[in-house]
């Protein structure tokens, strides 16, 4: 036999919902390697896939194995570790690989499109300029207005978002020779800025990180906002880029300012490449492309940007770990951008950096088993003391419209003593309710179990779990008396402070007020400019954005997080207080944080005030193991919807019966979500709880691939979610 004979088949990997690779013959001329994209025919669709695999031979007959019709690389466009990584997440997270691999790759790639392709770059001509300083082309004024803009070179990927329909001008102008099509060449980065000398904490922290290079490391960069993990981050980066590796920095959803990238372009000397959801897919493609052909070497990016191929990549950093946008809710495959961040580095043999003022529980019971290793960075000495922090008790004190006397009197000392202010609330809007006092009717939302939220300003009524607006009613739809809104938002708290304290500027961050990055860069920069006085915001306001003048922070509630069915609600709840509390201080004078709470007396704020977050952390975690909540054991939820509340419970009952007994685990429900009725649908779940990993992951294995043969599963819409982080 010959052994050197090409193998008969190829395994592909398409965004299909099935769990499972697709054979294909590989054409006469070429066998593609794993990691290549192809297209093939399936069904009468022509789908483009990757090619996970090859093998001698098919266990489909021949006449049903279906021949590739093209391969679309020359190269892999995934790397091996890429690969390693993306089958590691399918089977943990129970999801089809095809469906996994489409999270991984760029809409360009996952369309065909070539992949190691550089950007083009239009540019005028000699003769366009001649032609344009001639008045020409008269009468085309898309082709005149494009030869303007043009210049000396606009990217595909500019022109398409500065100009729809740019194409087709470009085309003409390119027929009469005034204008070209030239390879983009990558600006080189400016050299280096210099960096601020280490102190001894933060040396002592890059010797040990870096001193991991070339191994698996878990590292918890612990130390409040400004204690100086930035630092230590670029430092330990420098160190891989001399021993000729890259590193991959993941930062959640909003906070990648262009602060945060200027500041990693000024430091190193390396090529950069930023991955978010906000690029166009012109731009993410670029920027992919940059890094996995290795052009770039640092890769800045949100949650997704785990999976971007990096040759050579010698470090993963993950900055404010415990950040939620980390994970995956929605679409049908949810995964923890932090957890793979160690996955990766684990199979790939590299150390990787978790910084947070806040870890999660998670992460500190890992410390505690020592899996990962702590590193605690202190306040540094032009900090000032951390804040203090006093609980302000709702019941024994009059509140104005959500705001208590001591809040009120707290603002008024710390304004007149040029002192700014930060009001946290985490609900947007005017008033959560819309009440008739006279029949006692709420404006509900149609399609969900909630009320509708006042929009004063726009005159409207929002549902924020639908997205539903409607007009603002000025009677009751039932009897015709009056209504009025009832509760705060962050509209109305806004509202109130400008009649009460008119003489001081204020700003208001929360994702009515704040649209873009842009406009939210104008908002941080008024507040650090001083221009404004009063800073109103929600939860936008606590991630990555450094206040630096705060003197005093007001939580106006604390209780949402303390009742919540949730068993993470309290862990949120104090990783806000804390961060939030973080912005408080300025120069050496410390801070001042109050807040509001009806419930002054719980263990956990007591916990929080008295031992700050380290020994909050301690008392949740007592509780969480008692409970046998996670970390102490491990959770998977299936969640299923319908149009009707009977379809996903009677679903949810056909998965339990087919599960039977399963040893050492215990499966809770079906029972309805914490809000059924959400966008018209009905929601209801069933939760999967073990001690062990492996007993839990044994039986979602064989489970799972079960549960679309259901006699209900054509009636729902459903999904699993491993490690939820929510339970809703
Ligand atoms: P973190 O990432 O923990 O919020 P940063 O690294 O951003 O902290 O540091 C906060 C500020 O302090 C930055 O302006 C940074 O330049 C500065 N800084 C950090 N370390 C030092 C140091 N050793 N000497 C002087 N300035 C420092
Ligand atoms: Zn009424
Ligand atoms: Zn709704």
Redesign the pocket.
Known sequence: MDATVSPGVVRVALDVPLRQLFDYAPTADSVPAPGMRVRVPFGRRSLVGVVLETAPASELPPQRLRCVAAVLDAAPVLDAATLDLLRWAADYYHHPIGEVLAAALPAALRAGQPALEPPRLWRTTAAGLEALAAGEPRRAPAQRALLQLLGDGLTEAQLAAQRPGWREAARQLSARGWAQRVHAPEPAPPPPQPA????RE?AAAVAEIAGALGRFGAFVLH????????????RVIERALARGEGALVLVPEIGLTPQVLA?FQARLAAPLAVLHSGLTPAARHAAWRRAASGEARIVLGTRSAVFTPLPRLGVIIV?EEHDASYKQQEGGFHYSARDLALVRAQRAGLPVVL?S?TPCLDTLHNVALQRYRRIR?PR?P?QPEPPRIALVDLRAHATKIGLSTPVLQAMERHLHADGQVLVYLNRRGYAPTLLCTACGWTAPCRDCDARLTVHQGRRELHCHHCGAVSALPSACPTCGFPVRPVGQGTERIEESLQQIFPAYPLVRIDRDAVRGRGELQAAIERVNAGAARILVGTQMITKGH?FQNMTLVAVLNADQGLFSADFRAAERLAQTIVQVAGRAGRGTRAGEVLIQTEYPGHPLLQQLIREGYDGFAAGALAEREQARWPPFSRLAVLRASALTAQDPHEFLLQARERAGRPRGLTLLGPAPAAMPRRAARHHAQLLIESRSRAALHGFLGQWLPQLAQLPAARAVRWALDVDPIELF
């Open positions: 601020p000398a280490p102190s933060q130390g409040h906002t400004g204690s100086g993990k930035t630092e230590v981050y670029l500041r900055d910084g003022a960075l540094r032009s450094d």
